[in-house]
């Protein structure tokens, strides 16, 4: 279907991803030496107050078809970490959390789109652009940080 959206397609698949992606040779998750593993939640949409920390939440921004191939088009998503810093006694320790997840998140991107291509035949070209904090605002307790994936897609014509 060739004029279909499909951030959502993506939206779930990074989630189901991330969520089960093992690192080569360590059979660890992207996320074990980062945050509490075992406590993480990610998934699409916002949880608003019911989150829990750690976790991850993957929001629509927005799609852009490309009007002259119509099999093209640039999903734009983002990735809200949020992570428990109540543990940390300076500001700089939160921010190494932050740094590490982040981190994790961008190594994740290449072979989270060999899965993508493998799966759902949707080939892509991933990037975070941008990367934001939200401050200082109660950075000894919870903080947040958030990615701008943009996804430029092709699918398969029919």
């Known amino acids: ?11 779930e698949h990074l989630c189901d991803f991330l969520q089960t992606y093992k690192l080569p040779k360590t059979d660890k998750g992207i996320f074990d030496d980062v945050v509490d593993s075992d406590k993480l939640t990610i998934g699409v949409g916002s949880l608003g107050n019911t989150r829990s920390y750690p976790s991850l939440e993957i929001l629509f921004d927005s799609e852009t078809k490309d009007k002259s191939v119509r099999n093209r088009g640039e999903v734009n998503l983002w990735l809200d970490a949020y992570i428990d810093s109540s543990g940390t006694k300076l500001p700089v320790e939160a921010y190494r959390m932050m740094y590490l997840f982040t981190n994790a998140v961008m190594n994740s ?39 701008l994936l943009s996804v430029s897609y092709v699918t398969k014509q029919i």
């Open 109 to 147: 991107l290449i072979p989270w789109q060999r899965d993508l291509l493998a799966k759902n035949n949707i080939s892509t070209i991933a990037s975070i652009p941008n990367v934001l904090s939200d401050g200082d605002l109660d950075i000894t307790s919870s903080c947040m940080v958030r990615m």
């Open 1 to 11: 279907m060739i004029n279909d959206l499909y951030w959502l397609p993506i939206s």
